[in-house]
């Protein structure tokens, strides 16, 4: 199938709404919304909640389309229970924890954007989507010249 359901990666509040809808545009879905005089919604009142600290890095991902692979074929969790209802099936599993992130030193976060900043600049002269370091120091350096 084109879309496997949600990511996987998207814990506590903030994204998964803006990745469903960047999911459904990749795989070539296309949303369609009705008039508000067919169809409204209202959104539940709910408590305030802490955007989840790897938002970012996982809405980073998103854009790039790092989670396109996820989805509910890939979803691990552990079975807890079934309780089932007149209406309803109850089933409780335990999801694995969230990403954990690494607190990268400052060092390595201006090598990182060194090394992106030169991948847009020669993608946007070569018309590529994207271009290999090696490639770019041997094309744009020679240090036999210096």
Do not use: C
Not at 62 to 83: A, F, P, W
């Amino acid at each position: 199938s084109k879309f496997d359901g949600l990511a996987n990666s998207f814990y506590g509040w903030g994204g998964e709404d803006d990745d469903l809808y960047h999911r459904l545009n990749s795989s070539g879905l296309q949303i369609h919304r009705n008039p508000p005089m067919i169809a409204r919604y209202q959104m539940l009142k709910h408590d305030k909640a802490v955007e989840s600290p790897s938002l970012q890095h996982v809405m980073t991902q998103s854009k790039h389309n790092q989670l396109m692979t996820e989805g509910r074929s890939t979803l691990q969790y552990k079975l807890q229970d079934v309780i089932e209802f007149p209406l309803y099936t109850l089933v409780k599993v335990q999801l694995p924890g969230p990403i954990r992130l690494v607190n990268k030193g400052i060092a390595r976060r201006m090598k990182e954007n060194f090394d992106n900043t030169i991948n847009q600049a020669m993608s946007s002269l070569f018309n590529q989507k994207e271009v290999q370091k090696e490639e770019f120091y041997s094309k744009a350096f020679s240090w036999d010249r210096v």
